[in-house]
């Protein structure tokens, strides 16, 4: 499905083209608005040594670049992109959320490299077997706001459970429990059929719904990410994606804290 709603430069984000890139910026932040990986992560590939300026290895996080410096990352330079993407994918099962694998696992943004010449990156993720959407973009800002823990933005599930879900479970875990020294709680749960559930979080602990169902002695059978804050993934099919629209954008960001 080919990019539609962003050929041209927004100002969705508050930040329509690279102005926000002063004469100095942090190199985390500058590898992001280059669409290289989100800040968090842009720091972990600097700590690495896989980024040189003007042809020297910084590993400093505090190292402050401007557009004359020449940037390169794993030796390839990168350089600021005028287009912000705000995508949409419908991740299928077997699919990793990272920029790459040394595992050689098929990888998300994958899906995404025939439709955009911009490099894009996930906000959030979802683990390999899981299902559903998936944010991308090349937008460091948004990604910053949506990820950031204070975001606060809700995410619901449909999970397919191997065991019965009894009402009683389901309120235990919009409660909250403990597994592994490590406090899980739902903003909502509640049993579609003896063995279907929907999940409302706001959390982003690694694989928390299925860490709360085991706990319960309950196997996952399928899980599908089916929104975003007030993002739907409604009819798109898996391994499909769309540009979000300006509405959805401005609304996401709207509902960050």
Same mark, same amino acid.
């Given at each position: 499905?080919? *990019? ?9 984000? #508050? @930040? ?10 942090? %190199? ?9 990986? @989100? ?5 972990? !590939?600097?700590? =690495?040594?896989?980024?040189? &300026? ?20 794993? #030796? ?13 994918? $419908?991740?299928? *099962?077997?699919?990793?959320? @990272? ?10 943004? =994958? ?20 299902? #559903?959407?998936?944010?991308?973009? $090349?937008?460091? =800002?948004?990604?910053?706001?949506? /990820?950031?823990?204070? @975001? ?5 599930? !449909?999970?397919?459970? /191997?065991? =019965? ?6 309120? *235990? ?5 403990? *597994? ?16 279907? !559930? ?10 928390? !719904?299925?860490?709360? %169902? ?15 804050? $007030? &993002? ?6 898996? #391994? ?18």
């Amino acid at each position: 499905m080919p *990019a539609s709603d962003f050929k041209k430069k927004t100002d969705i984000s #508050g @930040s329509s083209d690279n102005s926000e890139i002063n004469e100095k910026t942090r %190199l985390q932040a500058y590898l992001a608005h280059c669409g290289v990986a @989100s800040r968090r992560a842009s720091e972990q !590939i600097i700590l =690495d040594g896989r980024v040189t &300026v003007n042809g020297n290895v910084v590993t400093e996080l505090g190292t402050k670049v401007c557009k004359e410096d020449k940037v390169c990352v794993d #030796g390839k330079a990168i350089h600021l992109e005028a287009r912000k993407c705000y995508v949409l994918l $419908n991740k299928p *099962a077997g699919y990793v959320c @990272s920029s790459s694998d040394e595992k050689g696992r098929q990888v998300a943004a =994958d899906l995404l490299r025939g439709s955009y010449k911009e490099r894009l990156y996930n906000v959030g993720r979802l683990d390999m077997y899981s299902k #559903g959407m998936i944010l991308f973009t $090349n937008d460091g =800002d948004f990604a910053a706001k949506l /990820s950031h823990p204070s @975001s606060q933005i809700e995410k619901e599930y !449909i999970v397919e459970t /191997s065991q =019965d879900v009894s009402p009683e479970t389901a309120a *235990a875990l919009e409660h909250g429990i403990r *597994a592994d020294n490590v406090f899980y709680k739902c903003v909502r749960c509640e049993v579609l059929k003896p063995r279907k !559930i929907k999940i409302i979080l706001i959390e982003g602990k690694n694989r928390e !719904i299925r860490k709360m %169902l085991e706990s319960q002695n309950i196997g996952t059978r399928s899980l599908v990410r089916v929104r975003i804050g $007030n &993002v739907n993934l409604d009819d798109l099919r898996p #391994g499909e994606h769309r540009d979000l629209t300006e509405k959805e954008v401005k609304g996401l960001l709207a509902l960050c804290h």
